[in-house]
C-alpha cells in the first residue's frame, strides 16, 4: 500500500479584511514538509486547489514543480484540481510539465469542487456544477490520450480542430485520479471509465462508505476495465504525536476553528471536543493518536475497502511547523513500514480481492 499526505497549506488571515498573515512563510514550510515526507519514504504528497483567504495555493502545478527540485522519489499530486472551473488543456498541459521537472511523479487528482469560490471567479455557473465537471473531463483525458486533438466542443468549451498540445508527460498515460466525496454518480462514473479513485472520509463511521467502493469496482468491471486499473485511494483527516493525548490535543483546536468555521458556511453544527473523540474510535474517521493506533485504523479500513492508497491531511488548520515535521516523520518512519508489511504478509489488496 502507498501511504502519504496531502495539505490545503492552510493559512492565517484577517477576518475582517481577508489579508492573508504569512503565506510566503506557510509555503516555505510547506516545501520543507514535502522535503522530509520524500526523506522518509513517504509515496505521495498532494496539494489543495483553492481561491480564499485561509488557503494559500491556488495552482497546486506550480507549487509542487518548486517541491519536485527539492525532492527525489515521491509522487507528486494535487488534492484536487477543480476541473469544473478551470481549462483542461492548461491543466494537462501544467502537470505535463510537472511531470518534466520532476522526471516522471507527477499525478493530476480532480474533482468537481467542494469548496465554490473558483465558479464565479473564473466565471462558470454553479448551476452547471456537473456538466462542466463531466465536459472538461472529457476533454481532459483526449487531450492525454493524443498529441493532436481533435474535439468536437460542447456547452462550456469551443471545439478543437487537430491541434497539437504541448508539452508531453514523461509518463503515458499521466495518471489522472477522479476524487469523490461518496456521491454514488461520481463513484460510477470513475469505475465506468476505469479511472483510480480517491474517496474522501473526514466524518462517520469508516464502513458506511463501504457501498462506495463496491459500486466503483462493480462499474469498472461492467464497463470491461482490468482490475488492477481499478486503484482506490482513502484520504482523511488526521493527526500523529509520540503520545497520543498530546496529538489529540494538538490538533483538536485548529480543527474544530477550521470546522466550525466552514461549517458556518454549511449549515454545520459547531465540532465539539466530544464529537471529535467520537471520531477518533477505530470505526471513526479521525486518525489522531500515535503511531500505532494510526496503523490499526489504517489495517481496520483495508479489512474493509482493500485501497490501494492512504493519504492523511495532517494540517486541517495552522499548525506549528514543528509538530506537523514531527508527525511527517512519525507516518513515514513508524506506520508506512509497519503498514505495507502487514498488507503485503496478508496477501491482499484491492486489484485481486473480489469480495472486497
Avoid at 495552482?59 to 499530486?77: D, Q, W
Avoid at 460510477?188 to 466524518?203: E, F, K, N, Y
Amino acid at each position: 500500500m502507498e501511504i502519504g499526505i496531502y495539505s490545503f497549506v492552510e493559512t492565517r488571515f484577517d477576518p475582517a479584511t481577508g489579508r492573508q498573515l504569512g503565506a510566503a512563510e506557510r509555503l516555505r514550510d510547506l516545501l520543507e514538509e514535502v522535503e522530509l515526507a520524500d526523506q522518509v519514504g513517504l509515496d505521495v504528497f498532494g496539494v489543495g486547489e483553492h481561491h480564499r483567504a485561509d488557503y494559500v495555493v491556488s495552482t497546486p502545478a506550480i507549487v509542487l514543480a518548486a517541491a519536485a527540485t527539492r525532492t527525489e522519489r515521491i509522487r507528486l499530486t494535487s488534492a484536487v484540481s477543480v476541473l469544473s472551473s478551470d481549462e483542461p488543456v492548461r491543466v494537462f498541459q501544467d502537470f505535463a510539465t510537472l511531470d518534466l521537472i520532476s522526471g516522471g511523479r507527477a499525478e493530476i487528482m480532480v474533482g468537481r469542487g467542494s469548496f465554490v469560490e473558483s465558479f464565479p471567479l473564473f466565471g462558470q455557473d454553479l448551476a452547471d456544477y456537473d456538466d462542466l465537471f463531466r465536459e472538461k473531463l472529457e476533454l481532459l483525458l483526449q487531450v492525454r490520450a493524443s498529441g493532436r486533438v481533435t474535439w468536437r466542443g460542447g456547452r462550456h468549451r469551443p471545439p478543437i480542430d487537430d491541434r497539437p498540445v504541448y508539452p508531453r508527460p514523461l509518463q503515458d498515460p499521466l495518471p489522472v485520479w477522479i476524487a469523490v466525496g461518496g456521491n454514488i454518480p461520481s463513484v460510477a462514473r470513475a469505475g465506468t471509465l476505469g479511472l483510480p479513485m480517491a474517496l474522501a472520509i473526514i466524518g462517520g463511521e469508516s464502513a458506511r462508505f463501504a457501498p462506495a467502493g463496491h459500486i466503483y469496482r462493480e462499474a469498472g468491471a461492467r464497463a470491461g476495465h482490468a482490475a488492477a486499473s481499478l486503484r482506490l485511494s482513502i484520504n482523511s483527516h488526521g493527526f500523529l504525536a509520540d503520545d497520543p493525548k498530546r496529538a489529540a490535543d494538538l490538533a483538536f483546536p485548529p480543527f474544530a476553528e477550521t470546522m466550525t468555521r466552514i461549517g458556518r458556511e454549511r449549515g454545520w453544527p459547531p465540532t465539539t471536543r466530544a464529537h471529535f473523540e467520537s471520531e477518533r474510535r477505530l470505526e471513526g474517521a479521525l486518525f489522531v493518536g500515535n503511531p500505532e493506533q494510526v496503523v490499526e485504523k489504517i489495517l481496520y479500513q483495508h479489512e474493509i475497502f482493500r485501497h490501494d492508497r492512504f493519504l492523511l491531511q495532517l494540517t486541517v488548520g495552522p499548525m506549528d511547523h514543528a509538530d506537523v515535521m514531527r508527525a511527517i516523520e512519525l507516518l513515514g518512519t513508524e506506520v508506512a513500514p509497519v503498514v505495507r508489511r502487514e498488507v503485503g504478509a496478508a496477501g491482499i489488496g484491492s486489484r485481486s480481492d473480489e469480495s472486497a
